[in-house]
Structures are given as structure tokens and as C-alpha cells.
């Protein structure tokens, strides 16, 4: 790891966060930062004694701003108020691996925090040692004689202090070292505590700048229409000299799939493409209908043999050998938008030997290599500024929307800023998978599960986005995410095989909040409920009986019970479902253990989603304020899912577009919601997927118990929650 | 032609056509950009400002009729040190991405003008706006909280 002590410019450096990402502004933050001294990748002290934290994962909401500085203030004994972070990129140190794909700069998966945690304590702990080092050799004074505090060393026994401003130059000529002592929770005073979040004045006064209010001189605004079936092609535009002599229009530009027009204001572009009347020709994939997805991924259900990803025991045999004894459910999950509120949006300026791109953007380099590969320019020579991003879900880490944004600025010749409608950014959306589970089980005398038989069908997305995730197996591939809370799922069940198998379809489609789980864990806990339900066991004892030999997962379930007084039978007129789930991050990163108990309360003839109880165990909590936040806004996100969101295709394209048709929750749909959080010794895992799979399961467990029928397919419609007379 | 209105307490005239979008008039010629597009359509409330006080979802409403009118921006609610309610947003750090809260925020402060204490059933009639993080409960709390202190202070 390159250790270059003195910044010669901030060429790899984006704007400040908080600050404008006007290019007036970011100049004059390159400028301070000429002055800066860097202690490590992430450390940076001006001639001020001003200290600045770098940021290398984008703040989409879930709270990054404040959590991963806090962790490196923590260990350096900042003065917190006073920090300023910074977005850096560019470094070996930014990068992550997730499977055994090459090391990149991204954010994705929950894992912020947990593929941070140890490297930014060691970071800061590192600059905290040599600027004690420094301090020590200035005052001609042993090492433990030096304490920190605040941004500054102290002297312990004449009580002197030097500022770290003042021992930066010294400190960073010291070699770092290796393995810094690090603090003990016991002497912790940032991580672990209720932070207030860093960005939360700027997002309530108007001056928090994301993607869409980037600003660059002699910039145009573009609007985009993309073909309205999936793969189809732009064959003509039919009104060209119209749409050239709309006001402020200034140039049309064709993609093999689409129309960008520029124009002066992003208005003008809006209106005249609007007006625009092209021809698109449909391609191959015009006869594309949800008709024709469900009929593929029902047709999978019953084949004779799936790709195996688990086979422990005997399950299919005994399930053979026992026909009419086998239960079965079957199960069906649609498409689904991202439809983050800020819609996706790049601001791009190409020069001839540098790209600079603005932007609503979730993965870094891989954006990159695409503006690179599009524009000529070697990557060193492309700088993102990425300011806050209005959600994002997983929706905007495919940087196809980047590709289009560069395509308009170099047929131009200025800066463009390409912001799609609501309509394209659902419509043109890499979607969440579709698909289908059918589970079968034989269980014992007292109605627990001896062998299980899983199989889902659906949608590959590893097949589609990470072709080299996919396991080998010697009857094909299979995508363990097609699977994922079912294949390693907690329950003891001594005969157990999963298979699956893809339907190949030529949706885009991209990772989503929870990824497969919120599919395999409504499939998988739906099944564990009606087999209680057959069994006539409690759902919650039952649960227990199935984890009985897994503490940690049994805290976190009775922590839930206990919360919601599950023993206790509900008030007339509340119904409740319990559920529970071990989130596994993607390659074995993390372990989480959530659980939830919904209760559903009577109003009138129907029945609704009133409260919400969710525990969970993530080991240690770096921020209890946006930890709590997190399950507050992932409950709302997942009832969204659970009650409203449904892609479906027909012709060819997607047939929803905007809120009206694609609706997200409202207020007054937003149930009271419990955090519980059940603290552990584990280092921080994983949270912000967390606590949307176990939630629909819940609710259809609830309303077996309300209205004696277990709804299948999501989203739950509003006939399903009708009391029964 | 020339559309006089006010923006947030300061008199500005927009040289265009009457049928320009008020949320892209203000972002665009007058560079307040804390107003935002969610879906253009008028469902979302991102692009919420005031109107002689009234919330109005300003991706649907033409400029032409704002002519004479005053308008008020987040930006301009910013200002007044005194907003109970962008103060009770900060206190409960309701945002997440933050992205819908400049319109959640001028569409709260226009329900404490009208209804000063609001109870919950109000608030699932005024709120309509969305947002995807679903920061929802904080956002109930947050109206609670600023109702009270604006009672307090009265
Ligand atoms: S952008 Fe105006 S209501 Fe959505
Ligand atoms: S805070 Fe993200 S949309 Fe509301």
C-alpha cells in the first residue's frame, strides 16, 4: 500500500460531500487539499489542525456518512464535531471483494460496515499512534506519557497539549505501524452509541446536493425514450425537424435503443420528448408476457430433476416413498422497480484527456470502466463526484444510465446532464427476479418436518449480472440466490434437497434490497407455518423446536416473542404471525439474525398491518440512531413489496411506469414499528437487507390465522386481507 | 413575456412561456435546487412548495399561474430560524437519503398552519407524500413533536 504523505493535488478526490458539487467549489477544496498532510488512505490534517475523513462508500440514505467516519474518529480520538468527510476513490485501500471477483470500489450488500470496521479502526488507530509518536520525540517524553483526546495529544504529567494540526508534518514522516493497539469497547466513545447523522441539516434545508442538482458550466440538460420492449431497436424518428425547432432543443441523439434529446433546461428536453414519435422496431422479444414467465416458471416446478444446491439425507426418496403423506405449497414472487425517489441521473463532461462525471451512482468502478471504455479516456483519467444519492436499493449500481449520459455529452460536445423521467427509470429499471418455489415435506408423528424437498424456479440473476458466481455442479449451474433462506437456512430438518432451475429470460435484472431472500424466506417461512398449522403447534414453539440447538438464533427469536408478549393471547380483533430468518451475507461475510412478529388488526372488514416487532442480532452496533432507522424504513420498504409492487410484462415491455401504476406505501399504511436489538460480542455484520424478508412471511402467517387462508403470491392484494363474515 | 411572482420573500420575474413547469422554473433559472423531481406527475410531492401558503406539487403546475403569487421554497422555510418543524426533522433525524424530505417538510409545515394539533388521522389525510425509504414513522413523530413545541411557545 503506496503511502504518499503529501497531496499533490486532489486530482483522485471528489467534492466534499456536503458541499456544492459546483466544480467552483470542488477547485477550491482541491486547492486546500494541496496543503493537506495525509497520515493514511483515509486521514487528512490541513495546516489548520483541521482533520478529514475519507468516505469511500456512497451515503444512499442508510446512514455511511456518519457510521464509517465515526469508526476512524473513533480510533484517532478526533474532535467528532469538528471532522469534515470527504468522498475519496482511486486506492487499493476503497476496494472490496465479494466472491472471487477482482477487488473494486462499490457499496452493495449490506457490507459497508462490516468490510470497514477492521480496516478504519486500524487506520485511525495507526494515525493516532504516530501523532503520539510525534508528540512524545517534541517533548522529549516517553510514549506513556502521551494520552488523546479531542484532536489533540496531552501531556499526562504536565498536562501540555499539542493540537494534531500542529504534529501532523512530524507524524506523518514516522513509519505507520503494522498492528496499532487498538481501543477495548470499554473505551469506546463514538462507536456503539446513538449518533446523530452528519447529513441531516443539510437534507432538511435544500442544500444537500445529489446527482440531480449537479451544476457545470455550459451545461445542457437531456431527456431520454428508450424502446419500449426489451431489446427492441430504434428504427426511425418520425417528427425530427419538429423536435429540432422545439424551444431550447439542441440536438437529438440516437442510441440503437433510445433517443436522447438536449436541450437548454432539462424542461425543454422533457416536453420535446415527449412529443417525440419514433419507430421502434420490437426485436425478438415482442411476444414477452407475464402470462408466458409464469407459464416457464410453473412448468419448472414439477420437472423431473433441478440443479441440486443441497442434498443432505434421503429427502427426495422418502418423500417417493410416502406420496400421500407429502405436504406441499407452492409460492410465486413477480418482478420488481428499485424506484429509488431520485431517479437515475449522470452528469457527464467529456474533455480529451479527462472525463468528469456527477451522479446518482452505487458502484464506482465499474461506472468507471464504462465511461472509460465509451469515451477513450484511460480510467485513471475519469473522476466521479458523487454527492448524496436519493436511494438507491440496488438500482443504481448497473451504470447503464451513465453509458447514455456520456453518449449525449460526447455527441454534443458539452456537458450533459441526463435525468430519466419516472416512466424510463421504472420501465428500463434492471428489475428484481421473478420466480416460483414449490415445497414438499414429509413430517413425523408430531408433525415436524423429517425430509424436505425445496425447488425453486425463476429468473436467474447471477446468470444474467455475475456469470462466474454461479456454482458448478455436474448436472449444470445453478444461482445459489435463487435460493438464498432456504438452502442455508437455520431449522434442523435431517433430510433436506434443494434444487432449481432458470428460466432463462432476457429481462435485465439486478440485485435488490434482500436479493433473493425476499423471495426464498416468504417461500421457506410460509412453508414452516403451514406445516405448524397442520401440526397444530404454536408457530413460535414450533420455530424453537427447529432451532433448538442454535442459542444465538434463539435469542433473537425469543427476544421478538418476548417483546411482542407473544404468550400472552392477543386483544379480539389482533392476529399475529411470527417469523424468523439468518440472513447469510453473499460469500460467508456475514451472519445476521433477524426476527419479526406482525400483528394485524381488525378495522372494519379488513385487516391491517398495524405493528411490527423486529429483533435482530448484527453482533456489535456501530450507530444505534441509523441502526434503529434502518429497521424502521425496512419494514416500510418491505410492506411496500409485501402489499403494492409488482412488475408485469406485456408486448415486450414492462407495463408499469410510474406511482400511479407501480404505487409505493404511504403514511397512513406505516405501521407502529418495535426495534429490538439484541446485542452481541460479534464484530458488526450486516443490517440494511435485513429486516425486509421475514416480514410477508409474518403477515401471511397472520392472516392464515385471521381469515383461515394463507395467501401464495406477492404482492398480497387487498382481497386477501377481506375479513371473513 | 415577463411572469412577476415572488420567491421566497423576493420579487423575480421568469422571460419564458406560461406553460414552464414552476419545479424546473426555480431549479433551473433560479438555482434553488432543494425542491425535487421524484415523477413529474404530480403523485410523489418531491417538487412541494407553497403557494400563498397552500402545498402545491409544482412538476404539474405551470408558471403562468403563479403570476403575482407567493412562493415559498424549502430554501425559504430554511431561513426562518423558527420552523418548528424542519427543527423537530433535525432533532429526530428523520432523514434516510433524504431525497423527498424537502417535501415532506413544506407539506407538514402547511398542515401545522391549518391544523396546529393534528392527530394521527390528519396526518394519513395531509401526508400523501412518498417517500421509498419510508421514513415514515419518524416523519409522524416528527409533525407530534413540532406541533407541541409550536404550542408551547404560544
Ligand atoms: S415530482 Fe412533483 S409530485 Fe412527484
Ligand atoms: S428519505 Fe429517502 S425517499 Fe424519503
Not at chain 1, 471532522?83 to 482511486?90: A, E, P
Not at chain 1, 440503437?256 to 425478438?284: C, H, K, N
Not at chain 1, 410416502?322 to 414472487?333: G, L, M, Y
Not at chain 1, 398491518?609 to 424502521?632: E, K, M, P, S
Request: proline share 6%; charged share 20%; with cysteine.
Amino acid at each position: 500500500m503506496g503511502r504518499r504523505r503529501f497531496l499533490e493535488v486532489a486530482a483522485a478526490f471528489g467534492a466534499l460531500l456536503a458541499v456544492p458539487l459546483d466544480p467552483a467549489v470542488a477547485a477550491r477544496d482541491g486547492a486546500a487539499a494541496e496543503a493537506d498532510i495525509e497520515l493514511t488512505d483515509w486521514i487528512f490534517i490541513d495546516a489548520q489542525g483541521g482533520v478529514t475523513l475519507g468516505l469511500c462508500q456512497p451515503e444512499v440514505g442508510q446512514g455511511s456518512y456518519t457510521a464509517l467516519p465515526a469508526i476512524l474518529a473513533e480510533e484517532l480520538d478526533a474532535d467528532w464535531p469538528a471532522v469534515k468527510v470527504r468522498w475519496v476513490m482511486g486506492r487499493d485501500a476503497y476496494k472490496i471483494q465479494f466472491r472471487n471477483e477482482k477487488p473494486s470500489q462499490k457499496e452493495g450488500a449490506s457490507t459497508s460496515t462490516t468490510k470497514f470496521y477492521a480496516r478504519l479502526r486500524v487506520a485511525g488507530a495507526a494515525a493516532r499512534d504516530v501523532l503520539v509518536r510525534a508528540a512524545a520525540a517534541r517533548w522529549q517524553v516517553p510514549v506513556s506519557d502521551c494520552a488523546t483526546e479531542s484532536g489533540m495529544v496531552r501531556n499526562t504529567r504536565t498536562g501540555d497539549t499539542l493540537p494534531y494540526g500542529a504534529l501532523a508534518a512530524e507524524a506523518a514522516r514516522l513509519p505507520l505501524s503494522p498492528a496499532p493497539r487498538l481501543k477495548t469497547p470499554a473505551e469506546f466513545r463514538l462507536i456503539g452509541k446513538a449518533l446523530p447523522r452528519r447529513d441531516t441539516a443539510a437534507k432538511t434545508d435544500g442544500s444537500a446536493k445529489y446527482g440531480l442538482d449537479a451544476e457545470v458550466p455550459g451545461m445542457l440538460n437531456a431527456a431520454i425514450a428508450l424502446s419500449p420492449t426489451i431489446g427492441g431497436w430504434l428504427v426511425r424518428i418520425n417528427n425530427e425537424a419538429e423536435i429540432r425547432q422545439q424551444p431550447g432543443v439542441r440536438a437529438i441523439v440516437r442510441l440503437d435503443d433510445g433517443v436522447i434529446v438536449v436541450a437548454e433546461r432539462y424542461w425543454q428536453a422533457l416536453r420535446a420528448v415527449q412529443m417525440l414519435d419514433a419507430t421502434f422496431s420490437p426485436g425478438e422479444n415482442g411476444g414477452l408476457s407475464t402470462e408466458l414467465i409464469d407459464r416457464l416458471a410453473e412448468s419448472g416446478l414439477d420437472a423431473e430433476i433441478g440443479v441440486t444446491a443441497l442434498a443432505r439425507g434421503d429427502a427426495p426418496r422418502i418423500l417417493g416413498q410416502n406420496p400421500d403423506q407429502v405436504i406441499e405449497s407452492r409460492f410465486s414472487v413477480p418482478h420488481l422497480a428499485h424506484a429509488a425517489m431520485e431517479p437515475m441521473n449522470a452528469t457527464v463532461h467529456v474533455q480529451p484527456d479527462r472525463v468528469d462525471v456527477w451522479g446518482s451512482i452505487q458502484s464506482t468502478d465499474a461506472s468507471v470502466a464504462v465511461i472509460s471504455k465509451i469515451s477513450g479516456v484511460a480510467e485513471e483519467k475519469v473522476h466521479l463526484h458523487i454527492g448524496f444519492l436519493g436511494g438507491s436499493f440496488g438500482g443504481k449500481i448497473a451504470p447503464d444510465f451513465v453509458a447514455q449520459a456520456v453518449r449525449a455529452a460526447m455527441a454534443v460536445g458539452r456537458p450533459v446532464k441526463l435525468i430519466r423521467t419516472r416512466e424510463m427509470d421504472i420501465q428500463h429499471d434492471h428489475f428484481r427476479p421473478n420466480n416460483k418455489g414449490r415445497l414438499r415435506a414429509v413430517v413425523d408423528r408430531d408433525g415436524y418436518p423429517v425430509a424436505v424437498h425445496a425447488r425453486v424456479c425463476g429468473q436467474s440473476l447471477f446468470a444474467t449480472t455475475r456469470p462466474n458466481w454461479l456454482t458448478k455442479t455436474p448436472l449444470g449451474d445453478y444461482d445459489e440466490s435463487m435460493v438464498d433462506g432456504i438452502y442455508n437456512q437455520s431449522y434442523e430438518i435431517p433430510h433436506f434437497h434443494v434444487d432449481v432451475i432458470q428460466t432463462p429470460l432476457p429481462i435485465p435484472v439486478y440485485f435488490m434490497r434482500s436479493v433473493g431472500s425476499s423471495a426464498g424466506v416468504l417461500f421457506w417461512e410460509s412453508f414452516i407455518t403451514d406445516l405448524a398449522h397442520k401440526a397444530g403447534i404454536d408457530q413460535y414453539q414450533y420455530r424453537r423446536h427447529l432451532l433448538r440447538n442454535n442459542p444465538a438464533a434463539l435469542k433473537v427469536l425469543d427476544a421478538v416473542a418476548a417483546a411482542a408478549s407473544w404468550d400472552t393471547p392477543p386483544p379480539a380483533g389482533t392476529v399475529r404471525g411470527i417469523s424468523f430468518d439468518t440472513y447469510h451475507g453473499r460469500g460467508g461475510s456475514f451472519v445476521t439474525y433477524v426476527a419479526e412478529i406482525v400483528e394485524l388488526v381488525r378495522k372494519g372488514d379488513s385487516w391491517r398491518v398495524a405493528r411490527v416487532f423486529c429483533a435482530i442480532d448484527a453482533g456489535l452496533v456501530v450507530n444505534h440512531n441509523t441502526f434503529i432507522a434502518q429497521i424502521q424504513g425496512g419494514i416500510g420498504f418491505s410492506l411496500t413489496s409485501a402489499l403494492k409492487s409488482e412488475i408485469t410484462f406485456n408486448r415486450g415491455g414492462a407495463e408499469q411506469s410510474n406511482f400511479a401504476d407501480y404505487p409505493l406505501l404511504s403514511i397512513g399504511e406505516m405501521p407502529e414499528v418495535v426495534p429490538i436489538v439484541v446485542e452481541s460480542d460479534r464484530p458488526p455484520q450486516g443490517v440494511g437487507e435485513i429486516m425486509v424478508a421475514p416480514l410477508a412471511p409474518a403477515i401471511s402467517q397472520a392472516l392464515l390465522h385471521a381469515t383461515g387462508r394463507r395467501p401464495d403470491r406477492m404482492p398480497f392484494r387487498a382481497e386477501v386481507f377481506k375479513a371473513s363474515a | 413575456m415577463s411572469i412577476p411572482f415572488q420567491l421566497n420573500g423576493r420579487p423575480v420575474s421568469f422571460d419564458g412561456p406560461e406553460d414552464a413547469p414552476l419545479l424546473w422554473v426555480v431549479r433551473e433559472h433560479f438555482g434553488l435546487t432543494g425542491s425535487k423531481f421524484g415523477c413529474g406527475i404530480g403523485m410523489c410531492g418531491a417538487c412541494t412548495m407553497h403557494v400563498d401558503g397552500a402545498p402545491i406539487r409544482t412538476c404539474v403546475l405551470a408558471v403562468g399561474n403563479v403570476r403575482g403569487r407567493a412562493i415559498r421554497t424549502i430554501e425559504g422555510v430554511a431561513a426562518d430560524a423558527d420552523n418548528a418543524v424542519r427543527k423537530a426533522w433535525n432533532d429526530l433525524d428523520v432523514p434516510q437519503c433524504g431525497y423527498c424530505q424537502s417535501g415532506m417538510i413544506m407539506t407538514a409545515t402547511a398542515l401545522l398552519a391549518e391544523t396546529p394539533a393534528p392527530t394521527d388521522q390528519d396526518i394519513d389525510r395531509w401526508m400523501t407524500n412518498l417517500c421509498r425509504c419510508a421514513t415514515y414513522v419518524r416523519i409522524r413523530q416528527a409533525i407530534h413533536a413540532a406541533a407541541a413545541a409550536r404550542q408551547h411557545k404560544s
